[in-house]
């Protein structure tokens, strides 16, 4: 079963991490945590890799909705957007909200997933139109 949305944009890391930051901006979500994995892992195990950052996105009145459906569902939240070097290309994936309703199995999650996905794939198609998206688009 698929978990993400992803888009794949020809453009500098640099930029493309921006691009994602303002189109979730647009769409209502701020950023609460950043890890650097790239940096993390040169730190802790002396490990060099492709950048790869971990952005949690978070949509307040999103959130305050799914949290009213199930106090538990603070454990999926918030948001991870992953931006990761792929060669030439940029790789950015959300989780797809539509797993808050198969992991937890409640129907009255639905409609806060259903505008997450909208917001999300907004996101997602700002960030292929602000670069050169691939082919592979949207998942």
Do not use: W
């Not at 890391?13 to 930051?21: A, E, H, L, N």
């Not at 409640?106 to 996905?117: G, I, K, Q, R, S």
């Amino acid at each position: 079963m698929p978990y993400d949305r992803t888009v794949t944009v020809e453009a500098p890391f640099q930029q493309v991490q921006q691009d994602v930051r303002n189109a979730l901006g647009d769409q209502g979500f701020g950023i609460l945590t950043e890890i650097d994995v790239q940096a993390t892992l040169k730190a802790k195990l002396d490990h060099d890799m492709e950048p790869y950052l971990i952005l949690g996105a978070c949509n307040p009145p999103l959130a305050h909705r799914a949290l009213e459906v199930d106090r538990s569902i603070g454990l999926l939240l918030p948001c991870n957007v992953v931006v990761r070097a792929d060669g030439e290309k940029v790789i950015v994936q959300t989780v797809d909200p539509g797993t808050m309703v198969t992991l937890t199995g409640l129907d009255a999650m639905a409609p806060v997933v259903e505008e997450a996905t909208r917001r999300l794939d907004a996101a997602l198609a700002a960030v292929g139109t602000a670069g050169r998206e691939s082919p592979s688009g949207p998942a």
